[in-house]
């Protein structure tokens, strides 16, 4: 499975931003996708998740409300839709795949996109 993601890009306080991630390849076989960011100096954090087969959702505490994450099976592709953004937002952004497990857990998502810098001024 390859990601390719994009949408990133400097927005005030209060804005918002839309990302995508396209997956090509063998994405019959895709069980989560999600969208981690890692801020300076921190570790990679999950954000959001979304099961492919029946869209069910689950999101870090930080971001409910906030975010929507969504996916368009058609074209193999998931958005992540973030409202009302916040300085401490501002993070590269990696969207990843997996074919089974959990969805939290950075580790048990063996494929990544590039990362897209997402900066949220104050």
């Known amino acids: 499975v390859q990601l390719q993601a994009s949408g990133g890009g400097l927005v005030e306080a209060g804005g918002s931003l839309r990302l995508s991630c396209a997956a090509s390849?063998?994405?019959?076989?895709?069980?989560?996708m999600a969208w981690f960011r890692q801020a300076p100096g921190k570790e990679r954090e999950f954000v959001a998740a979304?099961?492919?087969?029946?869209?069910?959702?689950n999101y870090t505490d930080s971001v409910k409300g906030r975010f929507i994450i969504s996916r368009d099976y058609a074209k193999n592709r998931v958005d992540l839709q973030m409202n009302s953004l916040k300085p401490e937002d501002t993070a590269v952004y990696y969207c990843?795949?997996?074919?089974?497990?959990?969805?939290?857990?950075?580790?048990?998502?063996?494929?990544w996109g590039q990362g897209t810098l997402v900066t949220v001024s104050s």
């Open positions: 990843a795949a997996n074919r089974g497990g959990t969805y939290y857990y950075r580790n048990e998502y063996p494929y």
């Open positions: 979304i099961r492919w087969s029946d869209s069910m959702t």
């Open positions: 390849g063998r994405t019959f076989s895709t069980y989560f």
